[in-house]
């Protein structure tokens, strides 16, 4: 069992940078591959970011590619999602979670335990 805590979401305006962390607690953090995904008002939960156990691969939407990154730090169980050059449609509310699964894993059905989400608001 673990549970993760997200912080940091707010609200940007359009272009700039905010960080996301999730922390965990509960069984060793460095046996989960962690993601992050959103979901807009009216819309399914996305994919967005996923990081391996050992931190050693990453994968991205193509909507984020180039603007977020999905850093972990397993001495401070906390997995980061740093976004920038914010645009309006990345406005949801932004979700960590973790997976006992091998590898980068990309579905929601992949992902064992979930965050309570926090809210980004991006403004035009």
């Known amino acids: 069992q673990v549970q993760l805590v997200e912080s940091g979401g707010g609200l940007v305006q359009a272009g700039g940078s905010l960080r996301l962390s999730c922390a965990a607690s509960g069984r060793t953090f460095s046996s989960y591959g962690m993601g992050w995904f959103r979901q807009a008002p009216g819309k399914e939960r996305e994919f967005v970011a996923a990081?391996?156990?050992?931190?050693?691969?990453?994968n991205y939407a193509d909507s984020v590619k180039g603007r977020f990154t999905i850093p972990r730090d397993n001495a401070k169980n906390t997995v980061y999602l740093q976004m920038n050059s914010l645009k309006p449609e990345d406005t949801a509310v932004y979700y960590c979670?973790?997976?006992?699964?091998?590898?980068?894993?990309?579905?929601?059905?992949?992902?064992?335990?979930w965050g309570q989400g926090t809210q980004v608001t991006v403004s035009s």
């Open positions: 990081i391996r156990r050992s931190g050693a691969s990453t």
């Open positions: 979670a973790a997976s006992t699964r091998i590898g980068i894993v990309t579905t929601t059905r992949e992902y064992d335990y």
